[in-house]
């Protein structure tokens, strides 16, 4: 959750300095992934309200037009009640709570691409040229609907239209001008906070293939990987494999990471509910010889379209950034196809009462545990944010002076409630840090900067509970002779706790370090 705070600092700054920037005006990266996410708050904190409640506000609306947005899609399909009941197991599902909850863009981006379906399906060219555009403010990879789009257009009327031109022409008009200021920026036509993480990804993954003879291997195939990865990521956290009680099974050899536990009472809801459900979905499915004729029917072209913008989301993903992301946010619309395939199954058992009351049961089940885990995880989260992250940024703030400057590597929340500048060590803001970083000389970037201490994940001299990879030692910030670092305070919160919290989000440590950088020991020689 600490990216919700770089949001934040970008849209306050937008409001009290009408610049937008992280520390400096002069920065030439920008942190936000989301420009329309950032303009939104902005414009909640401009009218007086917080931006904490803004974004939530705008979290739940979302959810709710995702909702309403679903409901009108699937109604012309599967009829009034299998299509409520679809729009109602999305929308309170675990995991889209979560995002609705978590300050970030993700169900912006979900509500903006759904209601692209419904303009697409009315067919209004303008209005869906601003929808894409809007879309693509928000998260750059909003891209791949648009492409979609034209792609089954395409398909339909062996032909490009001249509402699809005017779609992409409103489009380009919309977006195009972030990009090229971007450009102009920053050197690079996405915001430096997405080249930083692909940059920090492929570091990690080359230093973790390294030492692993597995991850090696595996590593070897990152679209293999990644969908092996949201396999098991669905089973434990949208099935019910973390939710369910005991008996457990311990995965950690196969998750890579101790903590991973698998209930058999998952085990049997994979069986007995979510199989049966996905082989009568898959069967429901016309032979692709049909598929010209089916594509024709107005009430069927969203949903083709929603099919392609999934394969082409996470292909996209697979190929450049195969991580599904902080509590999978990167694929948030998988959440939704996951419960459409379900639902769809429903379409078959037919007459065959008792199974459809047993999976009725089943699927209601899986689905209500899966909202009460994610409502605990959330809870850790927030307890997390409020005892380690936002005390460290208090220490910060009452420890030094003024003018002396702390670096921090998860920077978003420290740099909200500290209020002072926080110099990137992840590369977010700063494009240069990300580029140290391949080469291991961070503790000269440090230096050249003029930090005096370093707020960090964990801890320096050891690899964090839950890393994948040790990124102080690729940061060289374990062996250099540049200064010392002397601990002066440390945070965290109970082990059992930050591991509920971490499992399904994979994006903190259980505490934060505070160090000062203090001039090396001279040598003895």
């Keep these: ?125 303008v209005l869906l040229g601003i929808v894409l555009g809007m879309l693509i403010l928000t998260r750059p990879d909003g891209l ?25 022409a409103v489009c380009v008009v919309v977006c195009a001008p972030w ?17 930083s993480k692909t940059l920090t990804f492929t570091v990690g993954k080359s230093w973790m293939m390294d030492r692993n003879e597995l991850i090696n291997i595996v590593g070897r195939f990152p679209p293999l990987t990644y969908v092996a990865m949201w396999m098991i990521y669905f089973l434990e956290f949208s099935l019910g494999g973390m939710a369910f009680p005991s008996p457990q099974i311990d995965i950690s050899t196969v998750a890579g990471m101790s903590g991973y536990t698998l209930s058999l009472w998952a085990v049997v809801g994979l069986v007995g509910v979510i199989l049966p459900l996905v082989i009568s979905s898959i069967k429901r499915v016309p032979p692709i010889r049909k598929w010209s004729h089916w594509l024709q029917k107005q009430a069927h072209q969203p949903m083709f379209v929603l099919l392609v913008w999934t394969i082409l989301q996470n292909a996209g993903y697979a190929i450049i950034f195969p991580i599904p992301g902080t509590a999978s946010r990167y694929g948030a619309l998988n959440h939704i196809v996951l419960w459409l395939l379900l639902v769809n199954g429903f379409l078959s ?74 110099t990137d060590m992840a590369g977010l803001i700063d494009p240069i840090a990300a580029k140290r970083i391949q080469v291991g000389e961070v503790d000269e970037y440090l230096i050249e900067n003029g930090v005096t201490c370093v707020v960090w994940p ?25 200064f010392k670092m002397k601990e002066v305070a440390m945070f965290e919160v109970d082990y059992h706790q930050w591991l509920h919290g971490y499992l399904p989000t994979g994006n903190y440590q259980a505490e934060v370090t505070i160090y000062q950088l203090e001039e090396p020991a001279e040598s003895n020689e």
């Excluded at 990009?179 to 080249?195: A, D, E, H, M, N």
């Excluded at 995880?377 to 910060?396: E, L, P, S």
């Excluded at 909200?416 to 926080?422: C, D, G, M, V, W």
């Design 179 to 195: 990009f090229v200021y971007l450009k102009w920026r920053s050197g690079y036509f996405l915001p430096s906070s997405v080249i």
């Design 349 to 422: 058992i037919g007459g065959r009462r008792r199974l459809l009351i047993w999976l009725s049961i089943g699927t209601i089940f899986i689905a209500t545990s899966n909202t009460l885990y994610w409502s605990g995880v959330y809870q850790a989260n927030i307890q997390h944010m409020q005892n380690v992250r936002k005390k460290a940024a208090h220490f910060v703030s009452e420890y030094f002076s003024p003018d002396e400057l702390c670096a921090a590597y998860d920077l978003g929340a420290v740099r909200y409630f500290s209020q002072r500048p926080i």
């Design 458 to 482: 964990g801890r320096i001299d050891t690899m964090g509970k839950g890393s994948w990879f040790n990124l102080a030692e690729i940061m060289g910030l374990q062996s250099t002779s540049l």
């Design 1 to 125: 959750m600490d990216d919700t705070y770089i949001h934040f600092v970008y849209a306050q700054n937008l409001v009290e300095h009408g610049q937008l920037m992280f520390n400096y005006a002069s920065e030439k990266g920008v942190g936000s992934t989301s420009l329309l996410w950032v303009l939104m708050l902005a414009s909640g904190y401009l009218l007086g309200l917080p931006i904490h409640v803004v974004a939530k506000v705008l979290g739940i609306g979302s959810l709710i037009i995702v909702g309403i947005a679903l409901f009108l899609l699937l109604n012309s399909i599967w009829g009034s009640t299998l299509g409520l009941a679809a729009a109602f197991l999305i929308t309170l599902s675990g995991n889209m709570l979560w995002f609705a909850l978590s300050g970030m863009e993700t169900m912006l981006f979900l509500a903006l691409g759904i209601l692209a379906l419904l303009v697409y399906k009315a067919e209004r060219w």
């Design 144 to 168: 791949a609907l648009a492409i979609a789009i034209g792609c089954v257009d395409l398909i339909r009327h062996k032909t490009i239209q001249k509402g699809i031109l005017v779609t992409a």
